[in-house]
């Protein structure tokens, strides 16, 4: 069975400073990792993905995350983080290697930027 | 324009009766995806389709049921034997793996 966790309900960070979001994967075969924000009452936006390559990922809004295979985490960076950055953030997974397309998130993660 | 639309965004269903929530797809994407979001809680997986007339439940598809007559359609059955109906439900679709989902913008569904 595939899983992901995200261990922080909350993050807190003030404006201008640096912003992680913490995400660690479970699946049997080789992980596809996916970062999705959400706003109040609408759908997920789609930040960035891994599927193979650089450990280091950048998407959209200046955002990046870093695989790491050996701890099984892929966490989600922002250098300098804006009020605007404000929202929940999702991590995802799905198994590269079985034949279904499951796709499962993590229990999100809510970012609060204070100016 | 592409996209997904899931319709009503809000809806109101009496106790004991079946509502059934749209989602509609022109992005030509063969899999496609019912999520359930309760207040502080992530997105649970209800259903989902690879392909035309083909689907497999999720984590939580007690009391729900689906249908995939056509590529672009994935309706969600929300039946009175699902005991606590009343959350965020969120519709998406992907090409497939490695490709990402990309989502409605939800139906947030209510018991009176």
């Known amino acids: 069975a595939q899983s992901v966790a995200q261990p922080e309900d909350q993050v807190n960070v003030a404006e201008g400073n640096p912003l992680t979001v913490k995400c660690t994967y479970s699946v049997s075969g080789n992980p596809y990792l996916f970062w999705y924000v959400q706003y109040p009452n609408r759908g997920l936006q789609f930040l960035l993905k891994y599927i193979t390559g650089d450990n280091l990922v950048k998407g959209s809004y200046g955002f990046e995350a870093e695989f790491n295979k050996s701890q099984t985490s892929f966490h989600l960076k922002k250098p300098s983080a804006l009020v605007s950055d404000s929202a929940l953030y999702f991590c995802?997974?799905?198994?590269?290697?079985?034949?279904?397309?499951?796709?499962?998130f993590g229990g999100g993660t809510r970012v609060l930027v204070k100016p | 324009d592409g996209g997904i639309t899931q319709s009503p965004k809000y809806l109101f269903r009496k106790e004991g009766q079946n509502v059934t929530l749209s989602c509609e797809q022109n992005l030509n994407h063969d899999a496609m995806y019912w999520y359930r979001q309760d207040p502080g809680q992530g997105l649970r997986l209800i259903y989902y389709s690879q392909i035309v007339n083909d689907f497999q439940k999720g984590d939580i598809a007690e009391g729900y049921s689906v249908s995939r007559e056509k590529k672009e359609s994935f309706p969600l059955t929300v039946t009175s034997a699902q005991k606590n109906p009343t959350a965020f439900y969120l519709c998406?679709?992907?090409?497939?793996?490695?490709?990402?989902?990309?989502f409605g913008q939800g139906t947030r569904l209510t018991v009176v």
């Open positions: 998406a679709s992907s090409i497939g793996a490695p490709r990402a989902a990309f």
């Open positions: 995802a997974v799905r198994d590269g290697q079985a034949a279904g397309n499951k796709l499962t």
